[in-house]
């Protein structure tokens, strides 16, 4: 089951919050601001619903979801670029130095999960599609860039995440997800609060 409601106040309704649930009662929750991953309800052992995805209650936060990306879908290239230039097909491309002031990280200063993604529905397959054109010199990087990440929820209570991109040029592409997860519920005790201490 799929369902649709307006995520935020009313200068932003074309921003919509999706929430996925499945026959076994697993709850994902989505933004089409950046196709952000918002929260995931899963059972523990004694059957009790709580969300193991670190992120934010409002769409407000996420406007400034720089230092952590909670959730985000992260492109054209995720991690870093050392000295924010590359060199494709014996051409030199430079990127924005946003880290340090000399790398470049997630891509720069606009990054996807900054930006309203179209989307669609399949009710058969429990899904949401995110899709987003980065046009050609988009970020610093070649070719415009045609991107599909579809959000599936299964019966077998998975949550699969499918990245779909076709460039009109030789580029980059290196995506990701950036969840971060507490398997106690986020609003439970954090990692330094057990009792138990494992070393490496």
Partial sequence: MIEILGFGSSNTNNIKLFTITNSNGLIAKFTNFGAILISLFVPDKNGKLDDVVLGFDTLEKYFT????????????????????????????????????EKNNLHSGFNPYNKRIWSYSIDENSNSVSFNLISPDGDQGFPGELDITVTYTLTDDNELKINYHGKSTEDTIVNMTNHSYFNLSGHNNRNCYESKTLYKC
């Fill in 65 to 100: 979801n720089d230092c952590c990306y909670f959730g985000s879908i992260i492109g054209r290239n995720s991690n870093r670029v050392k000295n924010a230039c590359f060199s494709l097909n014996d051409t030199t491309y430079n990127l924005d130095k946003n880290e340090r």
